[in-house]
């Protein structure tokens, strides 16, 4: 296997590299980039389900979106289930960690409205049971089209398999609340091809998914982030002198670190609905630093691609580490070449003190970062801890050149309207 410089050879762009150098920059605890300690006495937004990757309404430009006054989120959701035998421990009791464990094999998208961007009311499931070809409805992109509320959704189909998929419907909104109809019929998009990207054959722990829809605001051209993997057989990459990049005596030892290969990914509509998409090199790599980098999206602010992922602590390289948030680059055009923010890439992360307390970080244009929380500890030594399943407190950022700044602390959940849409 060639190394990343040499296996997107021939392409048009070359995907930039976020290197074990830039990796060994990261500092958790940086007041600057960590995200306020969560309190464990957190409120809940619905005890009967679990919600985590949360996803605004917005448009193509990245603004996020309210209709009539109406702000709405569709949101990852499974079932809580207080009452199941399955999920009780020896002594009766509820085993909420295992059921909050299990909960992406029954992910489906829900949505959710309010008029004041926050204090979700619940709206139900999207898609009826059936509509979706697959066992599980994994991340994606609620589109506003128009002013008619035509939507299209973009999100995973996976297991079996891992496709992007659309389907489109709309919002309905009355005064008492807001609806979803139709998205009824999932129009099947790409899969990993195993050239560019990873698929399955490849390496089961293939991660391929999270689409991001967007115009270029240069070009005017539709694009589409996606979570990937480097295409290859599973041990075959190689960590070489630009994976590793410029590290002081004594870190050139890579160890292991071949089987961590997270890119990000992009496709190009060839028609302006986006139906029909071409995929492209990835903007992004990070073979022999990371494993995943997930749900992929942008901030255009000053000219500039702010490019957004998150990661984990558990998905990093042998030798590099850091905390489960969100991470960004920036370039001046769309293909690059992207340099880590901050210098390392961390942009938000968990506290040291509690290191799964949030996840899946989003951030808006407005520099709002939305969240949700995971588990917070509820004793000194950490082994009593009080799982989530419902949104964080919004985080205020500022984004500045190359550096990025922890500014604000929001109430849970707080996803403001950047525009509102008067529905025809
Ligand atoms: C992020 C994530 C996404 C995926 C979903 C599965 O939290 O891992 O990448 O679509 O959750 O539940």
Redesign the pocket.
């Known amino acids: 296997m060639k190394n990343t410089t040499e296996k997107f050879g021939a392409t048009p762009h070359q995907p930039s590299l976020w290197t074990r150098a830039d990796a060994l920059k990261v500092r958790a605890d940086d007041p600057t980039t960590t995200q306020p300690l969560v309190r464990a006495d957190f409120p809940v937004l619905n005890n009967d389900v679990f919600i985590?990757?949360t996803m605004p309404l917005r448009d193509l430009d990245g603004n996020v979106t309210s209709v009539d006054g109406w702000s709405v989120i569709f949101t990852?959701t499974a079932d809580r289930h207080p009452n199941d035998p399955q999920y009780l421990d020896e002594d009766g009791n509820y085993d909420i960690l295992r059921d909050w464990n299990d909960r992406?094999g029954r992910?489906k998208m829900y949505y959710w409205f309010s008029r004041t961007g926050k204090n979700w009311e619940f709206g139900g499931r999207v898609m009826a049971e059936g509509v979706s070809p697959t066992a599980r409805e994994?991340?994606g992109t609620p589109i506003l089209l128009n002013d008619r509320g035509e939507v299209d959704l973009y999100y995973?189909a996976v297991t079996p398999g891992a496709t992007i998929v659309k389907v489109r419907g709309r919002v309905v909104t009355t005064e008492h609340g807001v609806s979803m109809v139709g998205f009824e019929k999932v129009k099947p998009l790409f899969e990993a091809d195993g050239n560019m990207y990873q698929t399955e054959a490849q390496n089961a722990f293939w991660g391929f998914?999270?689409p991001w829809p967007f115009r270029d605001p240069k070009d005017g051209k539709l694009y589409m982030l996606f979570?990937g993997n480097v295409a290859g057989e599973r041990g075959s990459h190689k960590v070489g002198e630009a994976e590793i990049g410029d590290v002081p005596p004594g870190y050139e030892d890579v160890g292991n670190s071949r089987y961590q290969t997270a890119c990000v990914g992009i496709a190009v509509a060839r028609d302006a609905d986006g139906d029909d998409w071409e995929m492209l090199p990835p903007l992004l790599t990070a073979v022999g630093v990371n494993d995943q980098t997930?749900?992929p999206h942008f901030v255009f602010q000053d000219g500039k691609y702010y490019l957004f992922t998150?990661s984990h602590t558990f998905t990093y390289a042998d030798g590099v580490t850091g905390p489960d948030g969100v991470y960004g680059f920036v370039a001046d055009s769309l293909f690059g070449p992207y340099v880590p923010l901050n210098g390392s890439g961390l942009v938000l992360g968990n506290p040291s003190s509690q290191p799964f307390q949030t996840?899946?970080h989003y951030v808006m244009p407005n520099g709002l970062v939305t969240s949700f929380i995971d588990s917070v500890p509820t004793d000194e030594t950490g082994t009593q801890i009080r799982v989530g399943g419902t949104e964080a407190p919004t985080v205020g950022m500022k984004i500045k050149g190359q550096q990025t700044f922890v500014v604000a602390e929001y109430d849970y959940g707080y996803i403001p309207p950047m525009l509102d849409v008067t529905l025809k």
Do not use: F, P
Request: net charge negative.
């Open positions: 985590w990757d990852l992406h992910a994994w991340a995973t998914r999270d979570e997930e749900r998150i996840y899946s």
